[in-house]
């Protein structure tokens, strides 16, 4: 098994990104033990594909690394990189344009939902933006890709591009690429602001009190926790009765997810108790998650060049990796590369 994952940089990481990709990643890494390799990176390439500012695009590479290995991402067990420093994403990428097709790539919702009506005014990196996902699973022989839901399309794209191009250009009889399974996690919890109970928890929410943050100390998730709104009625016994209380859903949401346990479980055990004793439960169980996180997390972010040579690492060995499939790659399409 081979296992490939990107994330796209973010920065101010909260609970909501913890609970979404990182921790699937993580939970993949350890199941996995030395029955395969799992390579994840940051998809700093297809961050460029919308308008950015580079100065915060640095910044959040970094942060979203640090994140990842205080989430407990293992660099000696797990290849940890960006894609900017492995050039054979971007090289494949242009490899496999010649097999993906317009049509194909038209037909992308999240190019859809992204280009809305003004197409003509997108980034061509933003249309070609699964072409670069392909390549960044293709490129590595890719058995398993988690994703969420919305990137399943994406994947059965990488999929149409490997067995096109293994059918158009087979090196001497052989494939050249390994068609990549999703692996979609049940549905992530949707993770919402802790002032609105509508909003999703968010890193540009004005209010810090809206969310917790990767960052955030034993102290302030406390304090959080404890403001978060909320009503005034007990715990029901089922999840039916949150339906209209979507702060207190929330949170039994967030203690579920932490705990790993189903919401009607967590009712069973809570049912007809206030907010005055689930709070401090659930305050407790973020501390006892979040805070050897928050911990590991300041420390990388403190030592930047700690973190830089852990990133210079990973991109060797997924160069090293990467390096057999890219060049039969070329050797399929006729690509002439005399030895120099
Ligand atoms: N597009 C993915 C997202 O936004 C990130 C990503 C880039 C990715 N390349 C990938 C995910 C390759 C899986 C495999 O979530």
Redesign the pocket.
């Known amino acids: 098994m081979r296992v490939?994952?990107?994330?796209?940089p973010t920065g101010n990481l909260h609970l909501g990104n913890y609970l979404g990709?990182i921790r699937n990643w993580v939970r993949m890494q350890d199941s996995l033990g030395l029955d395969g390799q799992c390579l994840f990176f940051l998809?700093d390439l297809?961050a460029i594909s919308m308008p950015h500012d580079p100065a915060q695009l640095r910044r959040a590479t970094r942060e979203m690394a640090a994140a990842v290995l205080a989430c407990g991402i293992d660099p000696a067990r797990s290849v940890l990189f960006n894609q900017a420093q492995v050039p054979h994403h971007a090289e494949l990428q242009w490899l496999l344009g010649g097999t993906a097709r317009m049509g194909w790539l038209s037909r992308m919702t999240q190019w859809k939902d992204k280009a809305g009506k003004n197409r003509e005014g997108q980034s061509v990196a933003l249309f070609t933006?699964p072409v670069?996902?392909a390549a960044?699973?293709l490129l590595y022989q890719a058995t398993h890709?988690p994703?969420?839901e919305?990137?399943k399309q994406?994947l059965e794209l990488a999929r149409d591009i490997a067995q096109k191009f293994n059918n158009d250009f087979a090196a001497e009889g052989a494939p050249v690429f390994t068609l990549p399974e999703p692996i979609i996690p049940p549905a992530a919890a949707r993770i919402m602001s802790l002032r609105d109970g509508a909003a999703k928890m968010s890193k540009s929410d004005p209010s810090d009190m809206s969310r917790i943050n990767l960052t955030d100390d034993a102290d302030t998730i406390m304090r959080k926790v404890k403001k978060a709104k909320t009503d005034a009625d007990p715990l029901p016994e089922e999840p039916a009765g949150l339906a209209q209380r979507p702060e207190a859903l929330n949170l039994v949401t967030i203690y579920a997810a932490l705990a790993d346990r189903a919401a009607d479980d967590v009712l069973r055990e809570f049912a007809g108790q206030g907010f005055g004793s689930f709070k401090p439960a659930l305050g407790d169980l973020l501390v006892a998650t979040l805070a050897p996180i928050s911990a590991r997390l300041r420390d990388l972010l403190d030592d930047q060049g700690a973190l830089d040579q852990i990133l210079a690492d990973g991109a060797r060995r997924a160069r090293e990796i990467a390096h057999p499939t890219l060049d039969a790659t070329y050797e399929a399409l006729g690509l002439l590369r005399t030895a120099s």
């Open positions: 490939v994952s990107g994330i796209q990709a998809a297809h933006y670069l996902q960044d699973v890709v994703v969420g919305d990137q994406h």
